[in-house]
């Protein structure tokens, strides 16, 4: 879980920066570093999830090669 919030902090640090580089705006550059690392980090634990779970299991549907 670590790893997760220390990415989440990371994410967002850059997409503020992105964004506000790209409006000029605190208030749409704070916007975007709330919302899009936040969806960002619940995909990328769904993400870890599902991909050890096809490790776990031998020729998971044909994804793997055996």
């Known amino acids: 879980m670590a790893k997760t919030f220390s990415f989440a902090i990371l994410h967002m640090t850059v997409a ?3 964004g506000y580089i ?6 749409v550059g704070g916007a975007i570093a709330l919302v899009e690392p936040a969806v960002n980090t619940v995909v990328y634990f769904v993400h870890e999830k599902v991909w050890e779970r096809i490790r776990s299991e031998p020729c998971a549907g ?3 090669t055996c």
């Open 16 to 18: 503020f920066t992105v």
């Open 22 to 27: 790209l409006s000029g705006s605190l208030l």
């Open 62 to 64: 044909g994804l793997l």
